[in-house]
């Protein structure tokens, strides 16, 4: 495929903009998540929902969650605080596109009020097809996408059920419906100039041998990085019930260098919580909290 002179510097810039898809701009620049999704629409076997959702964060983490305006002034407060702040990113605590109606508020009033600032969504995918136009739209730059499993036989072990256009369904059917959304949305979101990158959660036992094979189908969807988390195995959820164990660091490196053939990895991943703020080595989410804001708003 030829790329023209102007795709191929608006590519480039969109990578170095963005501290998780350039290894070099995470020393350079910051990421904000604001958490204004509690709701979601799949159950995976990683999550017992009293925490931010496990696609994006690491679990254990409660993130405080906040409407749409309140996340609109927090964004507009922390950019005048950081001069770094590149991307605005929604990542929970539940699926973004499970509440569509508190994102899309957020990304548009953030597009109107700070256009410098670039928007970033993370998603399990099952809504994406039917938000397509409004994330174009929106200008929103870097989409991720949880894909775990392109085979249903392995997907039906990691989602118990996804509740999906008014109707709840189980075990393969679960499977088959996401993993042909996701892979339908990823597709389009590429084919329309989005930069994707896809989130694996490795689980041994279940799909460590399949995830050069997610590498292989998402790439050829068009992904620009794929970033293969450790599974965090939380207590009171169905992984921990099974005795899922987590993987050794030996194990996810090596996995991930046998996929680095196949295409660009993200190895410097903070599994970062969905109100995360700064630099992503150093989580200043604390220090810009509602109470602290409420204080702060005054100066801007
Ligand atoms: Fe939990 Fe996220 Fe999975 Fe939803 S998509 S069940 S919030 S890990
Ligand atoms: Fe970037 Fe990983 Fe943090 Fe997401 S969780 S903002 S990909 S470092």
Redesign the pocket.
């Known amino acids: 495929v030829s790329v023209s002179t102007n795709t191929r510097v608006d590519l480039d810039e969109k990578i170095m903009n963005?501290?998780?898809y350039s290894e070099e701009a995470?020393h350079y620049f910051a990421?904000m998540?604001v958490a204004v999704a509690p709701a979601c629409n799949i159950q995976c076997n990683y999550c017992n929902r009293m925490y931010d959702c496990a696609n994006?964060?690491r679990p254990g983490v409660v993130s405080e969650v906040l409407k749409p305006e309140e996340a609109i002034k927090k964004s507009l407060v922390v950019a005048g605080e950081i001069p770094q702040l590149s991307?605005i990113?929604i990542?929970g605590p539940g699926d973004p596109l499970a509440n569509p109606e508190k994102t899309l508020a957020t990304f548009k009033g953030i597009r109107e009020q700070a256009s410098d600032l670039r928007l970033?969504l993370?998603t399990n995918g099952l809504k994406l097809m039917d938000y397509i136009d409004e994330i174009q739209a929106l200008d929103i730059e870097h989409v991720?996408v949880t894909i775990n499993a392109v085979d249903p036989e392995i997907g039906k072990d990691i989602y118990s059920w996804i509740y999906y256009n008014g109707k709840r369904y189980k075990g393969l059917e679960a499977a088959e419906i996401l993993i042909k959304q996701q892979l339908a949305g990823l597709e389009a979101l590429t084919e329309r100039g989005i930069l994707c990158?896809v989130?694996s959660v490795l689980i041994p036992g279940v799909n460590d041998l399949h995830l050069k094979e997610v590498s292989k189908v998402v790439k050829e969807k068009g992904a620009f990085l794929h970033?293969i988390?450790p599974i965090i195995v939380a207590e009171d959820t169905e992984f921990a019930r099974r005795g899922i164990r987590e993987p050794l660091a030996e194990e996810l490196n090596e996995l991930r260098s046998s996929c680095s053939g196949d295409m660009k990895m993200?190895k410097?991943?903070?599994?970062?919580r969905a109100d995360?703020v700064g630099l992503?080595g150093e989580d200043r989410s604390e220090e810009f909290t509602k109470k602290h804001l409420e204080t702060m708003t005054s100066r801007y």
Not at 268 to 272: N, Y
């Open positions: 963005h501290p998780c995470h990421r998540h994006e964060s991307v990113g990542a970033c993370s991720t990158k989130n970033n988390m993200m410097h991943c903070r599994q970062c995360a992503l």
